[in-house]
């Protein structure tokens, strides 16, 4: 299982930044190579696991790369980029294109289109501070630029990619841009993402909310269950003890009978130690899908543009609904009931010779 990242901008299986972000129905993304190397067994049309937690998703018919891409991640990726280098450090983007092959000296960047991603010269800036349609967001290269890429940059469609998105359709629940409500959206209860994505905001904020109290709860019931099996533990270990002193008592009959119950004990401790691991398990991979949820929930937030926040609000609602609805504390670690009563040594019979071990609850059945 692939682990873990809070950085949103390094992929949890490569541990490198995003290459072509691919994103998953539980909002966990991947580059699609790495995805597809880690279901390179699996054909189109399978159903598989998400590699941080679980959830399963149908594999698309054209493959792996026809799921959607992961615009938000792509988002803090382009702003990393953009600021990942000092400005004496990077050539004018425009320069390097039109004096590809000539010995003409390159000019260094010292800005950033944030509406064109370009890194640019001074001279090469120019036309973009007076466009025909209005001056684009053109900001001096540093270490402050990450920032105002992140707040400031557009979200452009998926369809139309020179256009981007102002309008979120209720019924479709998807952003889009003005031709795609001219084309395919103008009947339907539409909204513009930047007043949308305020009235989002506190519903996101209850579910995180929520997703919190249940990271919470479920941590707690993993160390009630640590302290039960631990208690368990000490309890078989007391147990052999009073076994091992009354079979001592009774010299070599005894010892067969005192080995057939050890044999028994320590079938139930392993019993119990395997329905440990199981529930154990499985609270952990609660905790693991809840906290990176609730991770991505904080980053999506705080850096997040309202087309991010919108683009995002149905699934993110669907999802946190799903976690919260998976009532995983309900399943319990219950160890049997462990008790020894030694003989009474004056009235043993040879079918009682060492005593009678008692277990209440069937091991077979524990964390159901």
């Known amino acids: 299982m692939a682990s873990f990242s809070a950085d949103w901008t390094i992929c949890p299986i490569c541990l490198e930044v995003f290459d072509n972000p691919k994103s998953l129905p539980c909002i966990h993304g991947f580059c699609l190579r790495c995805l597809e190397g880690y279901f390179k067994h699996n054909p189109p049309g399978d159903e598989v696991p998400c590699p941080i937690c679980r959830k399963p998703f149908k594999i698309p018919s054209d493959g792996l790369g026809g799921l959607q891409h992961h615009f938000f991640i792509q988002h803090l990726v382009d702003a990393r980029n953009a600021a990942s280098k000092s400005p004496d450090e990077v050539a004018c983007e425009v320069c390097l294109e039109e004096n590809e092959g000539s010995s003409e000296e390159i000019s260094t960047a010292t800005v950033y289109c944030i509406d064109c991603r370009q890194k640019l010269c001074e001279r ?40 981007q998105v102002k ?53 707690q019931q993993s160390e009630k269950m640590k302290r039960d099996a ?3 533990a000490c309890k078989v270990e007391d147990t052999k003890k009073k076994v091992v002193h009354a079979a001592k008592a009774i010299k070599c009959l005894i010892d067969k009978h005192a080995g057939l119950f050890l044999l028994r004990l320590q079938s139930v401790q ?14 952990q991979q609660a905790v693991i899908a809840l906290e990176s949820f609730h991770t991505y929930l904080r980053e999506l ?52 010779l060492i005593g009678e071990l008692s277990v209440m609850g069937n091991v077979d059945e524990l964390g159901k």
């Open 124 to 163: 090469c800036s120019r036309p973009h501070r007076r466009m025909k349609g209005g001056a684009h967001q053109v900001k001096p290269l540093g270490a402050e630029l990450e920032q105002e890429v992140i707040q400031l940059g557009g979200s452009y469609c998926n369809k139309h990619e020179d256009e």
């Open 301 to 352: 937030l705080d850096k997040g543009r309202p087309s991010d926040i919108t683009g995002a609000f149905t699934e993110l609602h669907k999802r946190a609904t799903e976690l919260l609805d998976n009532d995983v504390i309900s399943v319990q670690y219950c160890p049997p009931q462990l008790t020894f009563t030694p003989p009474d040594i004056t009235q043993l019979t040879v079918s009682q």
């Open 167 to 219: 309008l979120y359709c209720y019924d479709c629940n998807e952003n889009m841009c003005v031709l795609c409500f001219a084309v395919s959206h103008r009947n339907h209860n539409t909204g513009e993402i930047r007043d949308l994505a305020d009235s989002f905001r506190p519903r996101i904020e209850e579910d995180d909310e929520n997703v919190l109290s249940a990271i919470t709860t479920v941590r």
């Open 230 to 232: 631990s208690a368990f």
């Open 270 to 283: 392993s019993g119990s130690a395997k329905q440990f691991e199981v529930v154990e398990e499985e609270l």
